[in-house]
């Protein structure tokens, strides 16, 4: 009986080990995976104080939400978290189409979006968003990991313009937006100096 115990003990030991192990090596691997500005120009952002995040965002084919609406609401909690920006969040209809809430919100000044959002000031961007990506893994002794993109359209209510990021990151899912979020805010204060 010792001697079947002796020789389960040293297995039982390595099988627990592996997963921490895992989970650790897993790590090395987080981070911010692609980033691309697609039109505009990251300073714009650098310069904006008031953003409003209007969501739900839309999302790609092979994209899901983890609940639908709450992407804007986790961006709008991380900007402000920063302390760098004020962020305002709207949210149209949860359900129907978004499209027609982009069009509208477009159509709109800063002026209009301030009565019709009733915001404290008008608005310097405002923030659509599309989820194009998100995959999910368990990781030994650390959670769920996801890797997770997205299309963030900062629209300019003055000028009409829109300053668009493609970004895609691997982080701890609780994690992965405020990574979102202080990379685009680094690369536009990078930006903004140029």
């Given at each position: ?25 897993m ?14 120009d ?15 965002f ?34 149209g209809k949860r ?9 509208s919100l ?21 923030l659509f968003?599309t ?7 368990v990781?030994?002794a650390?959670?769920?990991i996801?890797r997770?993109g ?5 629209y300019?209510p ?32 990078i930006?903004?100096?140029?």
């Amino acid at each position: 009986m010792l001697k079947r115990f002796a020789l389960a003990l040293p297995l039982l030991l390595l099988l627990s080990s592996c997963g921490p192990i895992i989970g650790q090596l897993m790590k090395v691997s987080e981070g911010v995976k692609d980033f691309r500005v697609t039109a505009g120009d990251l300073g714009e952002i650098a310069r904006a104080r008031n953003i409003l995040v209007a969501g739900p965002f839309a999302r790609e084919a092979g994209a899901y939400y983890i609940a639908r609406g709450d992407e804007a609401g986790m961006f709008f909690q991380e900007i402000n978290n920063t302390g760098k920006l004020d962020a305002e969040l709207y949210v149209g209809k949860r359900y129907g189409d978004l499209t027609e809430m982009v069009s509208s919100l477009r159509s709109m000044s800063p002026g209009e979006l301030k009565d019709e959002v009733d915001l404290p000031t008008e608005p310097d961007l405002v923030l659509f968003g599309t989820i194009l990506e998100r995959k999910t893994i368990v990781a030994p002794a650390r959670g769920i990991i996801m890797r997770v993109g997205y299309r963030l359209e900062f629209y300019n209510p003055a000028t009409n313009g829109s300053t668009v990021i493609e970004i895609t990151v691997k982080d701890h899912f609780r994690d992965c937006v405020k990574l979102v979020v202080s990379e685009v805010l680094r690369r536009a204060e990078i930006a903004g100096e140029a």
